[in-house]
């Protein structure tokens, strides 16, 4: 099956930083999606993004389909950015997610 | 954005007795809902598809013997726990694509803890 690997796995920021969250998988993919869990476990829908760049507040994130990978933009972090963000592929039509390891982030005050 | 509810969101059981966990979609109607698992510190992984009027589709190693999936409304999608026993502590989480939308969205999860 399709593997899906993010780096680093844990990070740890000072408020304000910039930081960059990387998603590489192994095959061509129909839908590419970035995921934020919040300490409760929700998951939070952050980018649908299966090529191109899209930006959202601080938030940005890039996908070279070509390359297989996609990345995640952080700028000036803050506390409520801790948590754990997940990049989730979908293989072919039919909305099956396999997500990735997950790289869990610390923002320090 | 589409809501998507899950009930309980915390259960306590002992080992051995079965444990139902609701998935609705509160604002669309979902043909197919999914089931995922995550172990403390892991990631998520699939367990299963479930689909509107029609058996689930599990993924390899899962047991749908022991895992019972019934998808008897466009809203609503239950898994039951069978005999639970302590390994199947863990954290299930549903999710669904509304229609003509290509992202998918997930409930808040339920935390399963077998005594």
């Known amino acids: 099956g399709i593997q899906v690997e993010q780096s680093p796995p844990d990070l740890i920021l000072q408020e304000g930083a910039n930081s960059t969250l990387r998603c590489n998988f192994s095959?061509?993919?129909?839908?590419l999606q970035w995921f934020h869990q919040n300490p409760w476990g929700q998951l939070i829908n952050l980018f649908y993004i299966p090529s191109g760049t899209k930006q959202n507040g601080r938030l940005s994130a890039t996908t070279v389909a070509t390359e297989r990978y996609s990345l995640l933009y952080i700028s000036s972090s803050q506390t409520t950015d801790s948590g754990v963000y997940f990049c989730?592929?979908?293989?072919?039509?039919?909305?099956?997610?396999?997500f990735g390891g997950g790289t869990r982030v610390l923002v320090k005050p | 954005g589409a809501v998507v509810s899950q009930h309980p969101s915390r259960v306590i059981c002992k080992s051995g007795t079965s444990v139902k966990i609701e998935c609705r979609s509160l604002?669309?109607?979902?043909?197919?809902m999914f089931w995922y698992r995550q172990f403390p510190k892991q990631s998520l992984m699939l367990m299963a598809t479930?689909?509107?009027?029609?058996?689930?589709?599990?993924e390899q190693g899962v047991e749908k013997d022991k895992f019972l999936i019934n998808h008897a409304s466009l809203t609503l999608s239950t898994l039951t726990v069978t005999s639970a026993h302590p390994e199947d502590s863990s954290f299930y989480i549903c999710s669904a694509p509304p229609p003509g939308v290509k992202t998918q969205y997930f409930g808040p999860g339920t935390r399963l803890l077998v005594l």
């Open positions: 989730a592929v979908e293989l072919a039509a039919g909305n099956k997610l396999t």
């Open positions: 095959d061509s993919v129909n839908n």
């Open positions: 604002d669309f109607q979902a043909t197919t």
């Open positions: 479930s689909n509107e009027g029609s058996k689930a589709t599990y």
